[in-house]
């Protein structure tokens, strides 16, 4: 574990460093990797000791700070705080870690391939840029049309981007 810490507006004391780095030692309990760890100690008014608490888990930046009248009294504070936050984390990460497992692709090859549901479409005749229009005012995923250009079927489709896609069929319509 990687602890920064800075002082503002007050002079650096080797008691509440050590003491600040003791108690941000017990955040590695909740976590797999090595933290990254940056605390500053403040002062605002000459009485009002103020501690932020910045690291990233992840990807996710957790921030946290804590105004007190003393400086061990906030960084105890702080530290529940952040152990609270922790734990919060961990067990949203093992809700979703246990929800994907659970969720299995069935074998083709054992179950056999059923078609549950049959669908006629007629392919309308439009261009492109009017399919993804249309694709925008209906909410769908995608949609299937005719390209009044070339006479082939051709499917624009939402992207998780947000972007659209178009495939294209190389046979004309039945």
């Known amino acids: 574990m990687d602890i920064t810490i800075s002082f503002r507006h007050?002079?650096?004391d080797d008691a509440i460093k050590k003491y600040v780095e003791e108690k941000i030692a017990r955040l590695q309990k909740f976590v797999e990797s090595p933290l990254d760890v940056h605390v500053v100690?403040?002062?605002?008014?000459?009485?009002?000791?103020?501690?932020?608490?910045?690291?990233?888990?992840?990807?996710?930046?957790?921030?946290?700070?804590?105004?007190?009248?003393?400086?061990?009294?906030a960084v105890d504070s702080i530290i529940d705080?952040?152990?609270?936050?922790l734990i919060r984390y961990r067990d949203r990460l093992k809700k979703y870690r246990e929800g994907r497992g659970k969720k299995s692709i069935p074998d083709i090859s054992e179950t056999g391939s059923k078609i549950i549901v049959t669908k006629t479409i007629r392919a309308k005749p439009m261009d492109p840029e009017e399919a993804t229009m249309q694709l925008e005012a209906s909410g769908d995923n995608f949609i299937i049309f005719s390209n009044t250009d070339r006479g082939n079927i051709c499917v624009v489709y939402k992207r998780k981007d947000g972007n659209y896609g178009l495939i294209e069929t190389t046979g004309k319509p039945a």
Do not use: C, Q
């Open 10 to 12: 007050i002079e650096t």
């Open 41 to 73: 100690l403040s002062l605002e008014r000459k009485y009002r000791h103020r501690i932020d608490v910045m690291f990233s888990l992840n990807g996710v930046v957790i921030n946290a700070h804590e105004v007190m009248d003393d400086m061990r009294a």
């Open 81 to 85: 705080k952040l152990e609270r936050r």
